[in-house]
């Protein structure tokens, strides 16, 4: 399911996502968030809105742990984890961690990964909401939610800025519930 913001909140995040045509490579159109994560009232609406997928009808938080995508995830995860009163769990590019991983190779929209988490990042009492930018095919939540559950965790569900209908990802991810910003 994926969950609409309400109209301001659409416009808000609209005027200050750039389109960047051709990045980083011919036919992409790059979602910029620079002019978001600059602005104080835009940045704290996103958090604020993406927070709300880790919570319940009455507005508590359950989740134990936030899980960021390197690196624009990294931004948004972090301050969302603060808003739940949970934990922050970074998704890392191969290579980048220190201590033993767990490691999930993924197709995007341009390019391949490998992501990797550390295996005691998380334990099977954890709930864990995913948080990334821009939802695309789906290539990098779907191994991101895979890591997840090989430590052991619960996938609580996925949290994006912006969704690219236009790809289907969320068909991909449609085992957990998918909060999307923005959609286009
Ligand atoms: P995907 O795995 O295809 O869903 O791609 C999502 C990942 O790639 C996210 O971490 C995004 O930051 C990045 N990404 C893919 N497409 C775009 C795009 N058009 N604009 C900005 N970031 C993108």
Redesign the pocket.
Known sequence: MTAAAGTELTTLLGDLIRDVPDFPEPG????DISPLLADHRGFTAAVEALARAGRDDIGAAVVDKVAG?EA??FILAAPVALALGAGFVPVRKAGKLPGAVYSQS?V???GEAVLEIHQDALTPADRVLVV??????????EASAELVRRSGAVVHGFAVLIE?GF?G?AQRLAAHPLSALLRV
């Open positions: 992409i159109v790059f979602k995508i624009r995830g993924c995007l929209e341009y990334d930018d821009v939802l695309a095919t789906g290539g990098t939540l690219l790809l990802g």
